[in-house]
């Protein structure tokens, strides 16, 4: 490969095919050749086809800049934002493949239909400050639930969960993304609702075996395994299955 | 008779789902009327969730003599005094309230370190005054009120863009559009509605706006007999990356200066000595982007045509712990690791201060029924805006756009749908698959944006104006020819062919207003008319349909009363 004389920094290739999933449920994989220019992201490629070769290709896209979580796609099978994801980080002598995510219904080429992260949301009882309370919060306790609130609903986590993807136990899982939700409420310094009962009963975060799949592909770095899915499993076990707990609960009940 | 469309029916409408759309859209439901939301994206995927550097409110957290009085001189003079003195006096006076009332809400700003609000510096606030999480405030603020939202039981109607507002005499009577997943058209049904679209952004090529930034609320407005005012200021925000290509134009927020960043030329010289001593790198957004478009034309500019941006002389823990999208931005796309060494930056269209025109308290425009808030009404930034002051405006005037709707909705019946209206709308959004031998409109977006770019950008002439003019006719006889391929499907350049009108005509109002403003003032630079003009300085440009035409009119500025006079007057 040549490089361009003043970029040899970034982007190499002069050309690179893509190969998009187009249609619907019986759609296929349909190869384009695009021009590479140094620096140029997969939503690049992907709207130099929409604007020269095919203007119905859909795909979602907004900010362009990894901040709204809009594109998200599988690029050569891994759960990507296409936005984020610069063709000279993929090998360009083989067709980069570009198909939507797998653990949502397809409606039209890139487009899934992720409603049902929405329905889900619905379903955690919102934040709910303890009455009376002073408003005074300290960076050490925020630390933590910022992590959680720089969530960009992707959905990446979401369609790479082995529970969702292979397994489409959407009715009875929420998903890494509500567990990290749910995870940003539970530790808000100031926060009076419990949602542990939620979590277990009906957003099944024990069928969640911790393979950290959700973590490898969040643009934003959070920690989803470690930091937010644990530590609810655990206030899970500590409220539920404690013997010490379990045994007041009987007697109390008795 | 009724429609032969999906329909809903609700009291009040909200067309737009950022900041200002979901602030309405809780207030209005709070007052207890039913509340429809449409955005053209999912929902928390607006504009807004862009916002890094913070909201402006003067709760006086970290400097203590900050007050209302002083954000609202600071708004004043960013805007240069072309401001709707009213709104800038009720932004300043409630954006504190609004801020601790999304606190309430769950947002978690950064902390001082006695447990309050965090407030950063920013460009012509006298005092720090921004409250943010880290660079990206826009999020917060967008998830809060989502969540409280949609807690609080909107109906929400994602991917579905609005084409028409439909009226029963001179007042609003609803809405029509399409879903973007199925193409299938829907009407709404509703007694106020609420323009919060945003700006305009996708008509100039450099930009830091999103593909759904295309003026429709303006449009939409516009159509149905509204005013818009102040269309010629068009906001340059100072630092877009410039290198690689394909980014272009993305934003690198105004934080890393409030931070301390440093701009230099390829000289090493921090330029912004010559062009404001005073402030330097945190002077006002409009003169911060003329400086580095000055530098780059003379020949001082960086390597790929900017200004260098440095904030490596702060320790690395602290710039990712407070720009940490910027730190990963340059880092992933741009392979530049701002803790160690300059970021390359220069002006991209980022903000619309015109736009409808609506009265101060209520967000009302000049049809009946239709409010607008945000940054598709005009009013609160006069000639330039300062950074911070659009979160806050979308909180400020979102709820009082909500309330005032609400009230309307109340007071009003419900008005019938007019099947001629509709079908006409359907008509419309048809032709375009009728064609078969017109030009996709991809390519009359591009020589949209680079006629906005190259003749109505940062600096003007009358010349250019002209022939922009001239461009915008071309361009909009080229739309009349437009063709859709494919299906109704989620058909991305069947949307952009409607998209485009909306670009096309209100590109039109900002080059009309632009060539009627025969002076220099904030964002407007005119190269033939370098200097402010006192005439000027006390007129607005409007903008109204009369006879299916274009018409401008120079309206007064409204008198500033005494007691506020005197605020301004003060020198700190």
Known sequence: MEPHSESAEIGAAEEAVLRVFRGGVDGKAVDYTVPVAPGMVVLDALHSIQGHQSPDLAVRWNCKAGKCGSCSAEVNGRPRLTCKTRLDSLPLDQPITVSPLKAFPIIKDLVTDVSWNYQVNKRIPAFQPKAGGEWKMYQRDVDRVQEFRKCIECFLCQDV?????????????GGPRFFVRSAGLEMHPLDSVSRTKLLKDELGIGLCNITKCCTEVCPEEIHITDNAIIPLKERIVDEFYDPLTMLFRKIGRG | MSPPYETHEHDVLIIGAGGAGLRAAIEALAQGVRVG???????????TVMAEGGIAAAMGNVDKSDDWRIHFRDTMRGGKFLNDWRMAQLHAQEAPERVRELEQWGALFDRTDDGQILQRAFGGHTFKRLCHVGDRTGLELIRTLQDRGVQQGIDVYMECTITRLLKDGDRMAGAFGYWREQGRFVTFKAKSIVIAT????????????????????????????????DMEFVQFHPTGMVWPPGVQGLLVTEAVRGEGGVLRNRNGERFMEKYDPKRMELSTRDVVARAIYTEVKEGRGSEHGGAYLNISHQPPEYVKKKLPSMYHQFKELADVDITTGPMEVGPTCHYMMGGIRVAAETGQSTVGGLFAAGEAAAGLHGANRLGGNSLSDLVVFGKRAGKAAADHAKSVSQGALDAAQLLDAEREMLAPFERTDGEFPYEIHRDLQETMQSLVGIFRTEDDLQKALGQLEKLKSRLQRVRADGSRMFNPGWHLTRDLR??????????????????SRGAHSRIDYPNSDDLWGKKNNVIVKRDGEMDREERPVSEIPAELQQILAENK
């Open chain 2, 198 to 229: 945003g700006g305009i952004g996708k008509a100039w090529k450099i930009t830091s706006n999103s593909w759904e930034y295309t003026a429709d609320g303006m449009a939409l407005a516009y159509e149905a007999g509204a005013e818009l005012l």
């Open chain 1, 161 to 173: 969960c082995h529970v969702l993807r292979d397994h489409s136990k959407h009715e009875s899982f």
């Open chain 2, 502 to 519: 909306s670009m096309l005509l209100i590109s039109e109002a900002v080059t009309r207003s632009a060539l009627a403003r025969r002076e």
């Open chain 2, 37 to 47: 939301l449409v955005c053209k994206s999912l929902l928390g995927k607006a504009h």
